[in-house]
């Protein structure tokens, strides 16, 4: 079975700083994984994923992320952040071959002025 | 935008009722899922529907139940509700059923129940 964790539910970071948001996965089969951002009252939106095409996705708004296999990891990152970027992100899993998508915990971002 | 349209936006209710959201799809697309997002329990897969059919069942209460009607749209009744029923409630759609598929998320439905 699949499942996701999310390293730290609240991260918090200057304007201007690089934010890092840790995601671990655990799947048996080779993994889908998302990276998705949801802002205050709104639902979730897709900022990229990984299909197994090359390892380092780049999404919206200047985030990337790389997925590293051999460490089960696929962490998501931001050279610089925006104010605007205050927001809760959540990292999914699907496996090929599964229906269900799986949520971690989600990681809330605050960006200091 | 996602094109996800969820009804209705807020909802307050009494213990022990039942309630009915609604969720069309965005265009063209087959795949439904219903999520439930509470504070204790963070993100939490309901149920997914495919062209009218169940597709995967994730953690859905027997209290709960789904259905996708041939125009696509998709209803989640919820009954003999509780106050720990309390959530926003989110429909979310994607094209097929591949698992590669991007969801696209609707607002919510927010359920209160006192």
């Known amino acids: 079975a699949q499942s996701v964790t999310q390293l730290g539910s609240h991260v918090s970071v200057s304007e201007g700083a690089l934010v890092l948001l840790r995601c671990n996965y655990s799947s048996s089969v080779p993994p889908y994984l998302f990276w998705y951002v949801q802002y205050p009252n709104q639902g979730l939106q897709l900022l990229l994923k990984y299909t197994s095409a090359a390892t380092l996705v780049k999404g919206i708004n200047g985030f990337e992320a790389e997925f590293k296999k051999s460490e089960t990891s696929f962490h998501l990152t931001k050279p610089s952040a925006h104010m605007s970027d205050a927001a809760e992100y959540f990292c999914?899993?699907?496996?090929?071959?599964?229906?269900?998508?799986?949520f971690g915990a989600g990681t809330r971002l605050f960006v200091k002025a | 935008d996602s094109g996800v349209t969820q009804t209705p936006k807020h909802l307050i209710t009494a213990t022990g009722q039942r309630v009915t959201l609604r969720c069309s799809p965005r265009?063209?697309?087959?795949?439904v899922y219903w999520y439930q997002q509470s504070l204790d329990q963070g993100l939490q897969f309901l149920i997914q529907?495919?062209?009218?059919?169940?597709?995967a069942k994730g953690n859905i209460l027997e209290r709960f139940s789904a259905q996708q009607f041939p125009d696509l749209h998709s209803e989640l009744n919820l009954s003999s509700l509780e106050l720990g029923d309390s959530a926003l409630y989110f429909c979310a759609s994607s094209v097929g059923r591949t698992t590669g598929d991007t969801i696209y998320f609707g607002e919510g439905s927010w359920l209160t129940v006192v």
């Open positions: 529907y495919y062209n009218g059919e169940e597709r």
């Open positions: 999914a899993v699907t496996h090929t071959g599964g229906f269900k998508t799986i």
């Open positions: 265009s063209g697309d087959l795949s």
